[in-house]
């Protein structure tokens, strides 16, 4: 079975076109690197819960979209090796300068899943 990282984030509206633009150039890179699948996708039917939510997990302002992504991999050992070498290629540093990010990095969150059923 393969690998998924999964990563979820506050983007503001306003900064929607600069972020598509970001994750399409990022999302070449790491396809480019042995990748399976990357996607980036935007909220269309998010509501808020009762307990959790999308939006509350991210604590989403007004003027915000959620936006869930997951890039597919192989396996953990080759994701390890993408994300090492898609980490270290200057053109991300290019596409994604410190402090310049379109988008709330202190409210995303990610992380790394095996899946346990895939039809």
Known sequence: MPYVDGFVLPVPKKNLAAYR???RKAGKIWMEYGA????ECVEDDV???KHTSFPQAVKL????????SWIVYKSRAQR?????????DPRMSAICPPGKMP???KRMFWGGFKPIVQI
């Open 21 to 23: 633009a970001i994750a």
């Open 36 to 39: 399976l699948e990357y996607y």
């Open 47 to 49: 509501k808020p819960g």
């Open 61 to 68: 302002k007004p003027d915000e979209v959620v936006v869930f």
């Open 80 to 88: 390890d090796r993408i994300n090492a070498k898609v980490m270290a």
């Open 103 to 105: 988008f709330d990095g």
